[in-house]
């Protein structure tokens, strides 16, 4: 039975940091990229960054040079590094493991406010 557990987010200041982690267990994440997705209040789920098995990376427009995704295979982890976060990044953040149909975890709540 393939899990999966978000963790790391929390309330920030405009301008912190937070580092996001997705642990799956129940099967191994080294044959699959992993991507990060987050969903506002009121919004659709959008895509926000992968990382591929040899370790290239993608992000939408909105967080390049600010986010950095990387994935530990022997600790079957992908993290989520998040700087110069902004209010527009409040959002649940969830992982996806896109074997089969996909599996999503529960999500971990990021809110940036002052």
């Known amino acids: 039975q393939v899990q999966i557990v978000e963790s790391g987010g929390g309330l920030v200041q405009p301008g912190g940091s937070l580092r996001l982690s997705c642990v799956v267990s129940?099967?191994?994440?080294?044959?699959?990229?992993m991507a990060w997705y987050r969903q506002a209040p009121g919004k659709q789920r959008e895509f926000v960054a992968r990382?591929?098995?040899?370790?290239?990376?993608e992000y939408t427009d909105s967080v390049k040079g600010r986010f950095a995704v990387s994935r530990d295979n022997a600790k079957n982890t992908v993290y989520l590094q998040m700087n110069r976060l902004k209010s527009e990044d409040t959002a649940v953040y969830f992982c996806?493991?896109?074997?089969?149909?996909?599996?999503w975890g529960q999500g971990t709540q990021v809110t940036v406010s002052s």
């Open positions: 996806k493991l896109p074997r089969d149909s996909g599996y």
């Open positions: 129940g099967s191994s994440i080294s044959a699959y990229f």
């Open positions: 990382v591929y098995t040899g370790g290239i990376t």
